[in-house]
């Protein structure tokens, strides 16, 4: 079954480019997208997509949007937003990202709250980019190197982070260097 995508964005040309970006991957569905939040209420009742990509900066509309349904709330990045505003996001995108990063993002974040419906709960096993990011979180990269390790934001990179304390229960980054060694995605060889 494909996701459907809503995209909740004031700018035309924004909205344009991703949507030729996301039109070629086959998991999504596009849906109509949004350019008036004044709209937005009567879409999602309309449309009932999966995930919602929105500005960033329309942060009480996403807040809105996560009140009233049960789905993803993606946040759109392409210029500053404070760390505060993006935490109410399920994940963030930025648009500097590549075209198979912003789709994985997309994707893992639906993954995660399909799993998480179906189960009744929330999901604690950590998804491959995830992983990726925790060893190198335990090898002392800041969010800034492992963004460009793994050819993401650093935005993207702190929701990752978010989503592993969330899953693990570790808040430090020692635990989760422990973490990392005891589920063997690491050895002491490896650390710096």
Request: glycine share 4%; net charge negative.
């Amino acid at each position: 079954m494909k996701t459907r995508v809503l995209i909740v964005e004031p700018s035309e040309v924004i909205v344009a480019g991703l949507t030729a970006l996301l039109a070629g991957v086959t998991r999504f569905k596009l849906l109509e997208p949004v350019n008036d939040v004044a709209q937005l209420r009567e879409r999602l009742i309309a449309s009932k997509p999966d995930v919602v990509v929105i500005n960033a900066t329309l942060v009480e509309s996403a807040a809105a949007v996560r009140e009233a349904e049960d789905m993803v709330v993606i946040a759109l990045v392409y210029q500053y937003v404070e760390q505060l505003k993006l935490r109410r996001f399920d994940a963030v995108i930025d648009i500097r990202e590549s075209r198979a990063s912003i789709a994985e993002t997309i994707i893992e974040a639906a993954t995660a709250q399909h799993e998480s419906a179906s189960a009744g709960a929330v999901s604690y096993e950590l998804s491959k980019r995830e992983t990726a990011v925790l060893v190198l979180v335990a090898k002392g990269l800041t969010n800034k190197e492992i963004a460009d390790q793994l050819n993401v934001s650093p935005h993207t990179v702190m929701s990752h982070r978010k989503n592993i304390m969330h899953k693990t229960g570790i808040k430090s980054v020692a635990g989760l260097t422990v973490y990392a060694m005891l589920n063997n995605l690491i050895d002491e060889s490896t650390l710096i």
